[in-house]
T-cell receptor, first 124, second 111 residues
Framework: EVQLVESGGGLVRPGRSLRLSCAGSGFTFDDFAMHWVRQAPGKGLEWVSGISWDAYNVNYADSVKGRFIISRDNAKNSLYLEMNSLRVEDMALYYCAKGTFPAVSGTSLWFDPRGQGTLVTVSS | QSVLTQPPSASGTPGQRVTISCFGANSNVGSNSVNWYQQLPGTTPKLLIYRNNQRPSGVPDRFSGSKSGTSASLAISGLQSGDEADYYC????????????FGTGTKVTVL
């Protein structure tokens, strides 16, 4: 059974950093690209970043480019998001999602229906 | 900031057919497959339609997708109370090294 478990969220002050993690299981992790998607309270979905199966290709939304870094450790079946220079507008529930291809592009996303996401609160 | 435009709301009575539109551009909907996601209240998004009109296993055939040029649409026939949710279109956008973009979202209400 495919499972994605996010962790690492919390309360952080503007300008500080936070690292999110996502543990994947039930599938061959290094066969698929992985993505981060966020949802601010009461708002819509926003794609944040994606990383190819081999970490060779990474893509970012304009809103986080230069501040966030996506990475993965296939040996640990884990996905990460290093978030730096956090802003109030980064406050959201962050979901990890599995791509449908090894490549980042042209994908659709699968979210774990049991997933909770991890909440990032940015406030002074 | 969403680059795919959807109506903020849609509604219908049980059994009716509801259609949701999604307007994009040549760089996204016009040149890449469109996906649709359903987000029930308090839950994670669920892939409803992929590659414009394909349904993942387990999704009822009451849900159908189509695409023409730079616009796409999701139709829900035989509307049920359990269909009350937010619906998002999405597609890969080829601009600026590539990014995945979601629509603005449509809240479907069953009257």
């Amino acid at each position: 059974e495919v499972q994605l478990v996010e962790s690492g969220g919390g309360l952080v002050r503007p300008g500080r950093s936070l690292r999110l993690s996502c543990a994947g299981s039930g599938f061959t992790f290094d066969d698929f690209a992985m993505h981060w998607v966020r949802q601010a309270p009461g708002k819509g979905l926003e794609w944040v970043s994606g990383i190819s199966w081999d970490a060779y290709n990474v893509n970012y939304a304009d809103s986080v480019k230069g501040r966030f870094i996506i990475s993965r450790d296939n040996a640990k079946n884990s996905l990460y998001l290093e978030m730096n220079s956090l802003r109030v507008e980064d406050m959201a529930l962050y979901y990890c999602a599995k791509g449908t291809f090894p490549a980042v592009s042209g994908t659709s996303l699968w979210f774990d229906p049991r997933g909770q996401g991890t909440l990032v609160t940015v406030s002074s | 900031q969403s680059v795919l435009t959807q109506p903020p709301s849609a509604s219908g009575t049980p059994g009716q057919r509801v259609t949701i539109s999604c307007f994009g551009a040549n760089s996204n909907v016009g040149s890449n497959s469109v996906n649709w996601y359903q987000q029930l209240p308090g839950t994670t998004p669920k892939l409803l339609i992929y590659r414009n009109n394909q349904r993942p296993s387990g999704v009822p055939d009451r849900f159908s997708g189509s695409k023409s040029g730079t616009s796409a649409s999701l139709a829900i026939s035989g509307l049920q109370s359990g269909d009350e949710a937010d619906y998002y279109c999405a597609a890969w956008d080829d601009r600026l090294n590539g990014r995945y973009v979601f629509g603005t979202g449509t809240k479907v209400t069953v009257l």
